[in-house]
């Protein structure tokens, strides 16, 4: 196997600006995010297996998005090990 070198002693990494494309990506994503949410002002009727409660969209999809993000976040370092 040939390996070829430009002379940089650290890895190359795809950056768009001076910005690594993976921070372009997530901002993307996030404005993406806020931007559904916005549209999404309604109120709506969630029930629950007891109670039932009124809030507008935008607070039960960011309950939900925290509800999923959250323990992903926090168990992302487990699959590692």
Do not use: H
């Amino acid at each position: 196997m040939t390996k070829i070198s430009d002379g940089s002693s650290r890895p190359r990494r795809s950056e768009i600006g001076g910005i690594p494309a993976r921070y372009i990506g997530i901002g993307v994503i996030v404005i993406l995010a806020v931007w559904f949410l916005f549209a999404n002002l309604d109120e709506v009727r969630i029930q629950f297996w007891v109670f039932t409660v009124t809030a507008s969209l935008w607070i039960a999809l960011l309950a939900t998005l925290l509800a999923g993000g959250v323990p992903g976040w926090m168990l992302k370092g487990r699959r590692a090990r």
